[in-house]
């Protein structure tokens, strides 16, 4: 049996499977600015400094990649 969807129903699937790329995307851009502001508080004993501005730019690299990734910003704006 083949499993054959609509026109709106890929559509949905599609639009579904771009929303959780984004929302792994903004996690991993939290969690990978996060784990390098801490190692840089630990190579330099800056604590916590290092570790917040990590954090900071990984949020904003993530809200960034989730506009991009619902088209209000990005791709020649």
Same mark, same amino acid.
């Given at each position: !049996? /083949?499993?054959? &969807? $609509?026109?709106?129903? *890929?559509?949905?699937?599609?639009? =579904?499977?771009?929303? %959780?790329?984004? #929302?792994?995307?903004?996690? !991993? /851009?939290?969690? &990978? $600015?996060?784990?390098? *502001?801490?190692?840089?508080?630990? =190579?330099?004993?800056? %604590?916590?400094? #290092?570790?917040?501005?990590?954090?900071?730019?990984? &949020?904003?690299?993530?809200?960034?990649?989730?506009?991009?990734?619902?088209?209000?910003?990005?791709?020649?704006?």
């Amino acid at each position: !049996m /083949a499993w054959r &969807l $609509g026109r709106d129903r *890929g559509q949905a699937v599609t639009s =579904l499977a771009n929303l %959780s790329s984004a #929302g792994l995307a903004f996690g !991993m /851009a939290v969690i &990978l $600015g996060a784990a390098l *502001g801490y190692g840089i508080d630990r =190579l330099l004993g800056t %604590s916590p400094f #290092g570790f917040l501005l990590g954090f900071l730019l990984g &949020l904003v690299a993530g809200v960034l990649n989730v506009f991009r990734a619902a088209g209000v910003w990005g791709k020649g704006n």
